[in-house]
């Protein structure tokens, strides 16, 4: 029946993203710290989800590794398993890190970058809107700008345009981060940059950043998830703190499997 099929005895593997993301790195931490014995395959984003949504049509048992911001909360009825060891970290803030120099160099990027702050619910509006809509990323941010002109008028207030500066952000093809990224993208044209942005792993864009490659990322989620790369080149990087607090990370379930917590997974 449907719901033996759900018996967590039935699960042999944790769907996993990209290698090198943060979340395949707390997510091996989990595995190994609950001593789970399942595979953590290796994925993308949009395999991840497309196995979810697969599993989801035929109500079978899976799990995959997921966090919030995320439009699947909203398309599909899922839970998050609980974490006890807060393996998965507990509630986690997005950093913006720009590299050394940025602030001489480029003082309105710097000055824009440091104020660029929003809400979990304006990231998922944007990343809904490109997702749902079938838009492309840079015109669903330009809707939300558009719906929100007073809250970018206070990032952008009393910071000196610019004229044909250009400034270059690294980001992880990542819903989250595309939206959050194509955001300060315009917002950083209305100042006057030619902004370019480039696609890249998480590894690859610490790394970048460090060495000066880029200016600028938004796409670290601490205290957990992007710690390992944190902890490898803070010394190299500037640090502008959260633009966004409340996100979570986490091994996610559909609600109508019959289990609530990583514990209740096979070891
Ligand atoms: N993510 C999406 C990324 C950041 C955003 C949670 C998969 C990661 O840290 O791996």
């Known amino acids: 029946s449907a719901e033996e099929s759900n018996d967590a005895a039935d699960i042999e593997e944790i769907v996993g993203i990209e290698p090198g993301s943060g979340t395949m790195d707390i997510a091996q931490k989990t595995v190994d710290g609950y001593n789970l014995d399942l595979e953590l395959t290796t994925s993308s984003e949009a395999g991840m989800l497309s196995e979810l949504k697969r599993a989801i049509e035929n109500e079978e048992p899976i799990v995959v590794t997921l966090w919030q911001p995320h439009w699947a909360f909203k398309d599909y009825d899922l839970k998050f398993l609980e974490d006890p060891k807060e393996t998965m970290g507990a509630s986690e803030n997005i950093h913006t890190m720009v590299r050394k120099g940025l602030e001489d160099e480029k003082g309105p990027a710097y000055q824009l970058l440091d104020n660029f702050h929003w809400e979990v619910a304006d990231m998922n509006e944007v990343m809904g809107k490109f997702r749902a809509d079938d838009v492309e990323p840079r015109e669903a941010a330009a809707e939300w700008i558009e719906n929100n002109r007073d809250r970018v008028d206070a990032w952008m207030e009393s910071i000196e345009p610019v004229?044909?500066?250009?400034?270059?952000?690294?980001?992880?093809?990542?819903?989250?981060?595309?939206?959050?990224?194509?955001?300060?993208?315009?917002?950083?044209?209305?100042?006057?940059?030619?902004?370019?942005?480039?696609?890249?792993?998480?590894?690859?864009?610490?790394?970048?950043?460090?060495?000066?490659?880029?200016?600028?990322?938004?796409?670290?989620?601490?205290?957990?998830?992007?710690?390992?790369?944190?902890?490898?080149?803070?010394d190299e990087i500037v640090d502008l703190g959260p633009n966004l607090e409340g996100a979570q990370q986490g091994l996610v379930v559909p609600e109508y499997m019959d289990i609530d917590s990583i514990e209740d997974l096979p070891t």
Do not use: R
């Not at 990224?181 to 100042?191: D, G, H, I, P, S």
């Open 163 to 234: 004229e044909g500066e250009t400034i270059e952000l690294a980001y992880v093809n990542w819903d989250t981060e595309t939206a959050s990224t194509n955001v300060v993208a315009l917002v950083l044209e209305e100042l006057g940059y030619n902004v370019k942005l480039t696609m890249v792993d998480m590894g690859i864009a610490f790394e970048a950043l460090s060495s000066g490659d880029v200016d600028g990322m938004l796409i670290a989620w601490l205290p957990v998830g992007a710690a390992s790369y944190y902890e490898e080149y803070k």
